[in-house]
């Protein structure tokens, strides 16, 4: 089965456009999070979508959205780029996150955003 | 909010040899699960061990243990027989456990850990 898969690997662009990255979750998984890591830090979460609805948000500007598809794949829209949100952007996937039961999230490869 | 702190910015351990990663935490949770994560230059981050915080068992899985003292809410990783290949960042992870659907890991900065040969 293949894994978590995310497109495109690499990225430039310029301060003040738009990107949009895209995930595909590992086959029978319904959950997907986004992750922000900046070089030389750890992931910060972004986004967790579950069943197509948002499931929860960290601490990022309005500029980042997100949406799940009904294949559960997933995009993180990025509006007015930064210089600032150069970095690499992981997305995982599980199973949904019952009580009591704890799943293992499966991460992509990520995509290398570079904002000039 | 939780926080995750790793102080070891970068470690080395000469290949075979045993090397223990520290990791320290904060929380008001009772609930909650540990992680390590292992990152190699490839970028793709894998799970190394869980820890479920009611359980007093450390866990271990194959070369990787775990040294879980709540009350300190210290959890620090051991490799033994360290290899060329445990060459990579490690990210210590906090997951509060509970129902729904969320699953928000919380990382620390990570350790570089570099095996030499």
């Known amino acids: 089965d293949a894994g978590v898969t995310q497109s495109p690997t690499h990225l430039i662009k310029t301060r003040g456009q738009h990107v949009t990255l895209r995930c595909s979750p590992i086959s029978g998984h319904k959950s997907v999070s986004w992750y922000q890591q900046v070089l030389g830090q750890g992931p910060q979460f972004i986004f967790q979508y579950y069943e197509k609805e948002e499931r929860g948000r960290g601490n990022f500007p309005d500029r980042f959205s997100a949406r799940q598809f009904p294949n559960y794949s997933s995009e993180l829209n990025v509006n007015a780029l930064l210089l600032g949100d150069s970095a690499l952007y992981l997305c995982a996937s599980s199973f949904p996150f019952r009580t009591g039961v704890n799943t293992e999230a499966f991460f992509g490869q990520g995509t290398r955003l570079t904002v000039v | 909010a939780q926080t995750v702190t790793q102080s070891q910015p970068e470690m080395s351990v000469q290949e075979a040899e045993t090397v223990t990663l520290s990791c320290t935490y904060d929380t008001s949770e009772s609930n909650y699960y540990l992680f390590w994560y292992k990152q190699p230059p490839s970028r793709q981050m894998i799970l190394v061990i869980r820890?479920?915080?009611?359980?007093?068992q450390n866990a271990t899985e194959n070369r990787f243990s775990v040294n879980f003292q709540k009350a300190a809410k210290s959890f620090s990783l051991k490799i033994s027989d360290s290899q060329l290949g445990d060459t990579a960042m490690y990210f210590c992870a906090f997951m509060k456990r509970g129902g729904g659907s969320n699953y928000k890991l919380t990382f620390g900065k990570g350790t570089l850990l570099t095996v030499n040969p």
């Open positions: 820890q479920e915080a009611y359980k007093q």
